[in-house]
C-alpha cells in the first residue's frame, strides 16, 4: 500500500467501528484533534463512573408512568468503597432491605447505577417504559432504584419482594468509545449467591451504533416470556428466534 492510499484505508475503517482507528506506517505525532477527542472521551468515562445518577430524574419519569419506587443501597458506603470492594455492592445495607415487601410481583426490576451514571440517567427509564408496554400480562414490582449496586444486588431485591423474575438494568463499564452503555440481565429464581451461568445478559444498548430501545426491548420481552414459560434463564435459555440479535456473556 501506498502512502497515498493509506489515508483512504484508515477513513474506510473508521467508518466501520465507534474505535479509533490510527495505524500510521510513518510513526509520526497524533494530530492536536485526535489528541483532544482522546481526553474528552476520556473525561467522559471517568465522570460516568464518578458521578451521581440522576435519580430525582429517573424518579419523576417512573412514578410518571404510574410506577412504584424504591430507593435503595448497597453495603458499599462511598464510591470509593464500591469500586474498591465489588462484594459490598452485591449486598443490601439493612435499612434498604428491610424497606422491601413481599409483593409478590410477576416481575422484579431493578435499576442500579453500576459503572455508568451516564447509562442509566440516559437511558434506563425509557426501557423501563418500553419493556413494561411491550408485556402488559407481566404485573411488575416496585422500581428498584439502588445506589452503589453490582449486577447481584438484584437477586436479593427479588427474593425479597418474592419475585419469580428479576431484571437488572446497569450501566456497564465505560469505553473510550461509549460512556453510556447499559446492560441488562434477567434471572429466574434469584437468590443471594445464583451464579452468573443462570443470567442472560443483553448489553450495548445506547445509540450511535448500539442496540436500540426496540431491539432491546423486542429480545427482552422475548426472553421474560420465554423464561416464564421454562421456569429457567441462563444456560437453559437462548435465544432461538429466526433473525434475533445474539446474546453477551454475562460480566
Request: net charge negative.
Amino acid at each position: 500500500m501506498s502512502e497515498a492510499e493509506f489515508p483512504d484505508v484508515v477513513h474506510r475503517l473508521s467508518d466501520l467501528t465507534p474505535s479509533r482507528v490510527r495505524l500510521d506506517p510513518t510513526g509520526s505525532a497524533a494530530p492536536l484533534s485526535a489528541v483532544l477527542d482522546f481526553q474528552l472521551s476520556h473525561a467522559r468515562a471517568r465522570d460516568a463512573i464518578r458521578s451521581p445518577a440522576d435519580w430525582e430524574g429517573i424518579t419523576d419519569a417512573l412514578t410518571g408512568q404510574g410506577l412504584e419506587v424504591l430507593d435503595l443501597h448497597s453495603q458499599a458506603e462511598t464510591r470509593d468503597i464500591y469500586i474498591r470492594r465489588p462484594d459490598l455492592g452485591r449486598r443490601l445495607a439493612a435499612d434498604s432491605r428491610a424497606r422491601i415487601a413481599a409483593s409478590a410481583p410477576d416481575l422484579a426490576i431493578a435499576i442500579v447505577d453500576g459503572l455508568s451514571a451516564t447509562a442509566v440517567s440516559t437511558h434506563a427509564a425509557n426501557m423501563v417504559r418500553a419493556i413494561a408496554g411491550a408485556l402488559p400480562e407481566v404485573a411488575i414490582g416496585p422500581v428498584a432504584l439502588v445506589r452503589e449496586g453490582r449486577v447481584a444486588i438484584g437477586d436479593e431485591i427479588a427474593a425479597a419482594m418474592q419475585a419469580p423474575l428479576c431484571l437488572v438494568l446497569i450501566g456497564e463499564r465505560p469505553g473510550l468509545s461509549v460512556s453510556d452503555s447499559l446492560g441488562a440481565y434477567l434471572t429466574w429464581d434469584p437468590k443471594p449467591g445464583t451464579a452468573d451461568s443462570r443470567r442472560n445478559c443483553v448489553s450495548n444498548i445506547h445509540g450511535r451504533g448500539g442496540l436500540s430501545y426496540d431491539r432491546a426491548t423486542d429480545l427482552l420481552a422475548f426472553l421474560i416470556r420465554k423464561a416464564r414459560e421454562l421456569g429457567a434463564t441462563g444456560v437453559a435459555l437462548k435465544d432461538d428466534r429466526p433473525s434475533g440479535p445474539a446474546l453477551s456473556a454475562p460480566d
